[in-house]
C-alpha cells in the first residue's frame, strides 16, 4: 500500500483527495497545513488516518511514501527540497517552482536521490488529450509539428470577484514573479513544451493590462500576454492569455506538414484538420461534413466516457496521479519528463523577465512604448 | 436611546462596537440600526476592495458619532486584534458567502471567526460575541413534515455530506465559537437567519426552486419560506448583540406571515419578470435528490453530490418557522412589514433586471 500524504489544505488539495481516494493501493496517511484548522477540515472529509500542522511531524510520524504539495507557490521549492530529503517521492502542484533555477535543483536531487517527481499540470492527461497524443505519435502530422498555438483564457468573471483579488495589495499572487500569469499560464505552455525538442527556444512575449482592469484602477496585475515561441526556425508556436476574449477558451492547435488537430479542453473535442484540399467546390461542402461528422463522433465518445464513470473534471488529474504512482511502484518511466518540466519553467522565467523589462521602461518613459515586445 | 433601553442592554452609547462584514448586505444596515439607537463609537471592518461609502455616508449622518473603518483581512492576526482592541461587542457578519469551495468557505468562516475570538481574548474587555449562523444547518432528516423548526432543534452532524460549502462552513463556525465560550467564558450568542432578502440580494432563494437545468424547477410548492426583511434581520441582530441575559443563546430570525413558496414565485413573477417555471411535486423532488445521491456515490463523483436527501429535508421539505423566542427574549418586532418589504425587494429586482 502506497502511502500518500497531502501538504497544505487549501481549495486544490480537495481536488487531490477525491482523486487519490479513486486510486487502488494508497492510502492518505496525513495531511498538514501551518494552519491546524485547515488540516483538520481536510481530514474531517476524507478517509484521512491523521493531520498534522508541522511538516516535520508528519515526515516522522506517517512516513509517506510521497508527499503532494498543493501550498501556495511561493513555498513549493523548499517544501518539495525538504520532501526529497526525507526521502519522499513529490508530485508538485503547478506552477512547478518559481524559477526554473529552483526546478533544475529538485531535479538533480531527485535524481542524485533515486526518487520520482512529477508537477501538476493534470490537463495534459484528460481524455481528449490522450486521444491528441496518440495521434501525434501515431504520425498523423507527417513529421514534428511545424505551428502550434495554444490558447489558454481565464475569465475573470464578475467585477465583485475580481475587485476581491485586485483589492487586496497584499494577495499572494501578486508576490509571485508572474503575477497572475505565473499561477495560471503553466498548462498552456506546457502543452508547446511537450512538443518542442530544444532546450532554449527563442521567446518574444507581450503583456498588457487589460482596459477593463485599467478601469478598476489596477496598474500592476498584467491580465493580456500573448508570446511567439520559435526553434531553430522549424517549428513555431504561438501562445495566448486572455481575461477578455470571449470565449474564454482553452484550446490547442498543432499543425504538421501532412495535417493538423485542434483540441478544445472545455468541450473535450478532438478535430482532424486533413492537410489536402479537395477539387474546386467540393472543397466547400465535403470539409463540414467530415467536421460534423467529427463532432458527432466526439459527442458519442463523451457519452460513452460518461455512461462507463469515467469523464470526471478531474479525470486528468487521476490519470497523472495514477501515473505517477506507477512509476514509483513499478518503475515506469514518469508521466511527465523532466525536460518538459525544465523548459516550462525557463520558457515562463523568460516571459515574466520580458513583461518586467517591459513594465520598467514603461516606468521610465512614463508612457507605454510603441514596440514593447522584446527579445530575451 | 430611552433610560429603559439603556437598563436593558449590556453596553452604554458610548463603547466600541466591531461590525465586521460592516459594508455588506446586512452590515451597513445593521451600522445603520446602532447609529439610530444612538451607539456613537462604531468600528466596521471591511475588506481592502470592499464599497465602504455607504456606512461612512451613514457616519455623517449622525451628529457626535464615530464611524471608524479599518479595512483588512479576518485571516491575518495582527488585523484581528488591530480591529478587536478595546471593543465591548463584536457583531461578526463576515462571512465566506457563496464559495463552492470548501476549503475557501471553510478559511472565510471559521479560521477568520477562530482569530477574531483569539484576539478578543487577548483583550480581555469584551462583553458579547455576536457570531451570524443560518437557517442551513439545521437538519430536517428525522423529523415528520409540517412539524416546526426552532431553536431546539438539531443542527447537521456530518455536513460534509450535504455537499454545501456553506453548510458545512457554518456548521464549523457554530461549532468554533460555542468551543470558545466553553473553554474561554466568552460570552457569545448566535443567531441563525433564514433566507434574508432585500435591496442588494435580488436572487430567488433556492428554497423556491433552480434554475441549473435550463428550465425553473419549481421545487417548494406550498412549503412555508423562511425569509427575512434585511432591515428587520439587521435589528434582530441588534439586539441579540445588546440585550441582557441572553449569552450562549440561538436566535433564529424570520419575518412574520411567511409566504408559501408558490405565492413568492407568483408575486415575483408578476412583479419582476415571466418566466417558464415547472413544478416538482415533493415526491417527485426527493426521488430525484435520491437517485442523485446514488448516482454521485455510484460514479466516484462524476457529478457532484450538490442534491441529496439531506438537502432535500432541509430545504425542500415542508416545515413551519417561529419566531417566538426572538419576539419574547429581545422584545424584536418587524419594523418592515411582508408587504413593505416585497415592494422595495421587487422594485430593486426590477431595477436590476433594467440594468442587467
Known sequence: ?376 | MGQMERDAFIIGPDDPILVTGATGFIGSRLVESLLDRGFRNVRCFARLSSKVARVEAAGRRYAGARVEMITGNLLSREDCAAATKDVAVIFHLAAGRGEKSFPDAFMNSVVTTRNLLEASLRHTCLRRFVSISSFAVYTNTQKPRWRLLDESCPVEKRPELRGDAYCFAKVKQDEIVTEYGKRFGIPYVIVRPGYVYGPGNEGLTGRVGIGTFGVFLHLGGSNPIPVTYVDNCAEAIVLAGLKKGVDGEVFNAVDDDLPSSRRFLRLYKRNVRRFRSIYLPHVVSYAFCLLWEKYSIWSEGQLPPVFNRLSWHAYWKKTRYSNEKLKARLGWAPKVPMAEGFRRYFQSCRERERDA
Open chain 1, 1 to 376: 500500500m502506497l502511502k500518500v500524504a497531502i501538504v497544505g489544505c487549501g481549495k486544490i488539495a480537495d481536488a487531490h483527495a477525491s482523486q487519490i481516494q479513486r486510486i487502488k493501493g494508497c492510502e492518505i496517511v496525513g495531511v498538514c497545513d501551518r494552519e491546524p484548522l485547515m488540516a483538520r477540515q481536510l481530514h474531517e472529509r476524507f478517509p484521512v488516518k491523521r493531520y498534522f500542522s508541522d511538516l516535520t511531524e508528519l515526515l516522522s510520524d506517517a512516513r509517506p511514501d510521497v508527499v503532494h504539495i498543493t501550498t501556495p507557490p511561493e513555498s513549493h521549492f523548499d517544501i518539495a527540497r525538504f520532501c526529497l530529503e526525507w526521502g519522499c517521492h513529490v508530485y508538485v502542484e503547478k506552477p512547478f517552482t518559481l524559477h526554473a533555477e529552483e526546478a533544475q535543483i529538485l531535479v538533480a536531487l531527485a535524481n542524485e536521490k533515486g526518487l520520482k517527481l512529477t508537477v501538476g499540470h493534470d490537463d495534459q492527461f484528460s481524455n481528449v488529450t490522450r486521444r491528441m497524443r496518440t495521434l501525434v505519435h501515431s504520425g498523423y502530422l507527417g513529421g514534428v509539428p511545424v505551428h502550434m498555438e495554444s490558447y489558454y483564457c481565464y475569465d475573470l468573471g464578475e467585477p465583485g470577484y475580481a475587485r476581491a483579488l485586485l483589492g487586496d495589495k497584499q494577495h499572494w499572487v501578486r508576490r509571485l514573479p508572474g503575477g497572475l500569469l505565473h499561477n495560471i499560464i503553466s498548462h498552456g505552455i506546457a502543452r508547446i513544451a511537450e512538443f518542442l525538442t530544444t532546450d532554449s527556444p527563442q521567446v518574444i512575449a507581450y503583456g498588457f493590462v487589460s482596459p477593463l482592469l485599467k478601469r478598476m484602477d489596477e496598474r500592476e496585475i498584467v491580465d493580456e500576454l500573448r508570446v511567439i515561441i520559435c526553434e531553430e526556425e522549424r517549428t513555431t508556436a504561438y501562445f495566448t492569455f486572455s481575461s477578455q476574449m470571449r470565449p474564454s477558451i482553452h484550446q490547442f492547435r498543432i499543425y504538421g506538414q501532412k495535417n493538423g488537430l485542434i483540441l478544445d479542453q472545455d468541450q473535450e473535442t478532438l478535430i482532424k484538420l486533413r492537410g489536402g484540399r479537395f477539387k474546386s467546390y467540393l472543397e466547400k461542402f465535403i470539409p463540414p461534413v467530415s467536421f460534423a461528422e467529427q463532432y458527432l463522433g466526439n459527442l458519442m465518445k463523451n457519452a460513452r466516457t460518461f455512461l462507463a464513470r469515467d469523464f470526471h473534471m478531474d479525470s486528468g488529474k487521476k490519470y497523472l496521479i495514477e501515473s505517477f504512482y506507477r512509476s514509483i511502484t513499478h518503475g515506469t518511466p514518469v508521466p511527465i519528463q523532466y525536460r518538459e518540466i525544465l523548459l516550462t519553467a525557463r520558457i515562463m522565467d523568460t516571459i515574466f523577465a520580458q513583461l518586467n523589462t517591459q513594465r520598467s521602461q514603461v516606468q521610465a518613459q512614463g508612457q507605454m512604448p510603441s514596440h514593447a515586445a522584446l527579445t530575451h
